[in-house]
């Protein structure tokens, strides 16, 4: 293994271990060599949608005294969802928490076929998270508006504020037909981390087999058929890389520190190939 490739910094996001309590994830991240945690904080929208974590605040200093504990820090929290009846002050909850457990990012998506409207309240829930010393960073997902890596960087620009960045997730990012060469026009400041995953060969079909695959079945890096050496490659060296595998198959049968102990060799190796 090469120093380059073990310098970076891995993340352990919410939909590869859903089955572990929050806090319970730390400690299974920091025993597998994660750096980070990724939070769920809430399921798209306020009212109804909040997740354990920021229902309920015992839980939330639990979860903060096992990072403390194990050394292990928040990357982002997740997820502000915009849609046509958003109102960006109900927000506030989800970023009140995340900057209270010390997360960098928080992780929005859009779905709303207007773009102004859209963009407009991207850049008020950017100024209220940057007001909290947060980023928000707008992950395309191919079966919303904002649905690919062109879409994520025409909204960057309309927006415009420095605290937006792209969430670029592997799965997404090969589902929608984004290519590497469109990185490049991508200012590598927008880019500050990249959410890691392998998929397999056959795209599924409709939204129904896309949101299936997204969140039941992704398989380890380099064990797939995405390019990730080369997406990496294409990316600002060294970013944090969140890994972010739900294998709703393997988690029968396999526990959570086993998945995780062959996720992190999966990443060190594809890592390693990257950055040779």
């Not at 991240?29 to 229902?55: I, K, S, T, W, Y």
């Not at 839980?59 to 109102?87: F, H, N």
């Not at 909290?132 to 890596?149: H, I, Y």
């Not at 605290?163 to 469109?182: K, V, W, Y």
């Amino acid at each position: 293994m090469n120093a380059a490739a073990e310098a970076v910094a891995l993340s352990l996001s919410y939909h590869t271990v859903p089955e572990l309590a929050p806090d319970a994830a730390v400690h299974a991240a920091a025993d597998a060599g994660f750096a980070h945690v990724g939070l769920r904080l809430l399921h798209g929208q306020p009212g109804g949608g909040e997740a354990p974590l920021l229902a309920d605040p015992a839980l939330r200093r639990e979860t903060m005294r096992a990072m403390a504990a194990r050394g292990v820090c928040a990357l982002d929290a997740s997820g502000a969802r915009i849609v046509p009846a958003t109102a960006v002050a109900a927000f506030e909850p989800l970023l009140d928490a995340a900057a209270a457990m010390g997360a960098r990012h928080v992780m929005a998506t859009v779905d709303d076929p207007d773009a102004g409207r859209a963009a407009d309240n991207v850049a008020a829930l950017c100024a209220r998270a940057a007001a909290r010393g947060l980023t928000v960073d707008v992950e395309f997902v191919p079966w919303m508006t904002v649905a690919s890596l062109a879409d994520a960087a025409a909204l960057a620009r309309r927006v415009g504020h420095e605290a937006l960045g792209i969430a670029l997730d592997a799965l997404h990012f090969h589902r929608s037909g984004s290519r590497i060469d469109e990185l490049a026009a991508i200012a590598p400041a927008r880019l500050r981390y990249v959410q890691l995953c392998d998929a397999r060969g056959a795209r599924p079909a409709g939204r129904d087999g896309l949101l299936h695959e997204a969140t039941k079945d992704r398989l380890p890096p380099g064990e797939g058929a995405i390019d990730l050496v080369a997406l990496l490659r294409a990316l600002p060296r060294g970013i944090p890389v969140a890994l972010e595998v739900p294998m709703e198959e393997e988690a029968r049968r396999d526990s959570a520190p086993a998945r995780l102990a062959r996720l992190v060799a999966a990443t060190r190796a594809v890592l390693a190939r990257a950055y040779c």
